[in-house]
């Protein structure tokens, strides 16, 4: 069973967009306390704060928000990367995220691709991307592990006035004091959801990191499931390849216990039981995963996407089950 966490959206949505062009803008400065950082937002455009009281109208993770009308708005977010990262890796994650963009209608397409550049001094990842008529422009800063991504959305006939007002606050975003670890900077939501988002790349290492230091900030019994739910999915996938290249069944036995432990805190956790059945029907141990199998099924929610990859699954286990029994008659 794979973990489905919803991905979260690659741009704030604004509303419509009206092609209007900006007015010559002053100045301000909003500072987070927590990450460390001031940037100089243009004055007259609003500010929703990410650490706020109107935190819940933006996206996880966004730090803050300028929006100038209904016309364009420019959002600070971050993310982790893994240990001994580098910039370059946050190409690939721009990469990713425009995939979907580009399934949109219309469709968008880069005008400039994910590359390094230099602003200020400093050396940042920048890509422009468009359709029929929004732009999009994207900066990245790396700050040790933490990616902080700066997004413009605009009318594509303005994005070159646009493109100046984001330029200059792209420039004075700055960092102060010392950089925290991840885990020290996210609380134990936020955790859980890199960690979710690090498991759908593939990049299981990170997202064993970020599972396990949600788990080590207590987190309450509903989300200590579903993040001990995460981890089984991560040792399940690691352990189908180990167990089919030389027999090690370690991964397995990890993705177990941990679902395992997601069920005692949640009962009847279906996805849980589900991970369980396909760790022990990988090993042909049929008759365990049919039992683990019995038990996803009765409490599954049938409209859930996970659902008919379960029932597959239990078709075939039952069904070389059978056989087997057939044999020994």
């Not at 690659?10 to 509303?15: D, I, K, N």
């Not at 580009?102 to 994910?114: H, S």
């Not at 984001?166 to 960092?175: I, M, N, R």
């Amino acid at each position: 069973m794979k973990l489905l966490v919803a991905a979260l959206a690659v741009l704030t949505a604004v509303g419509p967009l009206w092609a209007a062009v900006p007015g010559p803008v002053d100045e301000w400065t909003f500072k987070s306390e927590r990450h460390g950082l001031s940037i100089e937002g243009p004055e007259g455009w609003k500010l929703i704060s990410g650490e706020g009281p109107e935190a819940e109208r933006l996206s996880p993770r966004t730090i803050c928000n300028f929006t100038h009308g209904n016309v364009a708005v420019i959002s600070l977010w971050w993310t982790v990367i893994k240990k001994q990262g580098k910039l370059e890796d946050c190409a690939d994650l721009q990469r990713e995220g425009f995939e979907s963009l580009k399934r949109g209608d219309p469709a968008w397409e880069f005008l400039d691709e994910p590359g390094l550049a230099t602003l200020r001094g400093r050396q940042i990842l920048r890509r422009v991307a468009a359709n029929g008529g929004m732009a999009l422009v994207q900066c990245v800063f790396l700050r040790e592990r933490v990616a902080y991504r700066l997004t413009l959305m605009c009318p594509r006939a303005n994005l070159e006035p646009f493109r100046k007002i984001f330029d200059k606050t792209a420039g004075s975003l700055s960092f102060h004091g010392r950089a925290q670890k991840p885990a020290d900077l996210a609380t134990e939501v936020e955790l859980g959801l890199l960690g979710a988002e690090s498991y759908q790349r593939k990049d299981f290492e990170l997202a064993t990191e970020l599972f396990e230091a949600a788990l080590s900030k207590n987190p309450p019994p509903d989300l200590e499931a579903e993040i001990h739910f995460g981890l089984s999915c991560v040792y399940l996938e690691q352990g189908i390849v180990a167990y089919s290249r030389d027999r090690d069944d370690s991964l397995f036995k990890k993705s177990i216990e941990c679902a395992e432990k997601s069920l005692e805190l949640k009962p009847g956790f279906w996805l849980a039981a589900g991970n369980i059945a396909t760790a022990y029907m990988n090993q042909n141990e049929l008759e365990k995963a049919e039992e683990y199998y019995l038990l996803a099924e009765k409490n599954a929610d049938r409209s859930h996407p996970s659902y008919r990859q379960l029932s597959i699954q239990h078709g075939a286990a039952a069904a070389m089950l059978k056989a087997r029994k057939e044999k020994g008659k």
